[in-house]
């Protein structure tokens, strides 16, 4: 663990973000940069010597693999995939129950995160002010770093193309 100091991003927190679709869809486009076109998706041969359960199969964007979701990238998905929802309802664009069971499983899954993390630092004033403040974090950069060599695949390279979840139909940006 680090210290590491945030300050309010005007990037992922531009307050203009819900104004127009153009504004939007660059804010948007900036939170799935956090997770790369891979998304954190990787293969971990040693995971019976590591201890963990098997890895997850899936075919939803191609062929069929294995692999392990990170934490972390499962966890910035979710919030720019909420995020996404958001700008996009806030501008009257409709929704579908897929997208919708999507944004839940989100919710639910960083409220599960939140629980485990139960960070403890006291945050006061500077904090309505946009300073996030000092922080006691794990570098993400060592993460992406050890992520990189064990991707499974580029989720762009077998589409394609970025998957733009602007449109609010994710089932058919996966089955392209």
Request: aromatic residues 12%; negative net charge; hydrophobic residues 35%.
């Amino acid at each position: 663990m680090e210290e590491t100091h945030f300050h309010r991003s005007f990037i992922h927190g531009n307050p203009h973000a819900f104004d127009n679709e153009t504004v939007l869809n660059e804010t948007i486009s900036s939170w799935f940069d956090l997770s790369g076109d891979h998304q954190g998706f990787v293969a971990i041969p040693e995971w019976k010597e590591s201890g963990l359960d098997p890895p997850m199969r899936t075919d939803n964007m191609g062929p069929m693999i294995e692999g392990y979701i990170i934490k972390y990238y499962h966890q910035i998905h979710c919030l720019a995939f909420i995020f996404a929802q958001y700008g996009n309802r806030h501008l009257g664009k409709p929704s579908n129950p897929v997208t919708e069971e999507h944004v839940i499983h989100c919710i639910d899954y960083l409220r599960l995160n939140v629980m485990c993390v139960a960070d403890s630092t006291p945050e006061g004033e500077q904090l309505s002010f946009g300073d996030w403040g000092a922080r006691q974090c794990r570098n993400y950069e060592v993460l992406q770093e050890w992520s990189e060599p064990r991707l499974v695949y580029n989720f762009s390279q077998l589409s394609g193309r970025r998957i733009d979840l602007s449109n609010n139909d994710l089932r058919k940006a996966q089955l392209g």
